[in-house]
């Protein structure tokens, strides 16, 4: 299968083209209406690493795990235990490990797995190999989390709020704290991160 585009939109619905000729293969409400019928729309959204999936999440605290060729739920993972608000953006590492969400209430959560492979829709409750483990990680400032990114080797997570951009080293160490391994401040409020796909350092620069 070629390259695939999704979008998500106001009134919860998602859509999955061919990148490459623009024909529609899907479109899904992904995030149903709440009580009263009052649209939800879809906050965030990212391929799994195979591509087969897509994690969406809405105005509320679940990540739904959706088919990208069905349309079909496969798991509605619940962060009403550890997210106070809705999450607002979601991203998944690329060796398929560690999911990352983002939530109203300034919370960045890192869920990993104990040992490969992990499936997605393992969720919060684990497998055989062990419960998945979650972990908060801190900007050290009050403002909500505005930006979030995996490196394309997922060896390194870079998070901003609106004055600074903090990036942890992964995985992270298996016992508290896991501080950044650098963090820098800006004048003007931080609105997006990306990594190049070439995330190794000159010789002497950078990590």
Not at 16 to 39: F, H, K, M, Q, T
Not at 94 to 122: F, H, I
Not at 143 to 158: N, Q
Request: charged residues 15%; proline residues 9%; aromatic residues 6%.
């Amino acid at each position: 299968a070629g390259a695939m585009l999704a979008s998500g939109s106001a009134d919860g619905v998602v859509k999955v083209w061919d990148a490459s000729s623009g024909r529609l293969n899907l479109s899904v409400r992904a995030i149903p209406p709440a009580e009263g019928a009052i649209v939800r729309g879809v906050a965030g959204l990212a391929f799994s690493p195979c591509g087969s999936m897509l994690l969406v999440v809405g105005q509320d605290s679940i990540v739904r795990v959706v088919s990208a060729f069905s349309g079909e739920t496969a798991r509605a993972i619940d962060y009403s235990r550890v997210h106070s608000e809705a999450i607002v953006k979601v991203a998944a590492s690329r060796c398929g490990t560690m999911l990352l969400t983002v939530g109203d209430d300034g919370r960045a959560l890192l869920l990993s797995s104990p040992a490969p492979p992990w499936t997605l829709a393992t969720g919060l409750s684990g497998d055989a190999s062990g419960p998945p483990q979650l972990r908060r990680l801190l900007l050290g400032s009050r403002g909500g989390v505005t930006a979030a990114a995996f490196s394309p080797d997922s060896r390194f997570l870079a998070i901003s709020d609106e004055y600074q951009v903090a990036v942890w080293k992964l995985p992270l160490p298996p016992s508290p704290p896991a501080n950044p391994i650098w963090r820098s401040r800006s004048i003007r409020p931080l609105l997006s991160l990306h990594f190049t796909p070439r995330t190794r350092f000159p010789e002497g620069q950078g990590v």
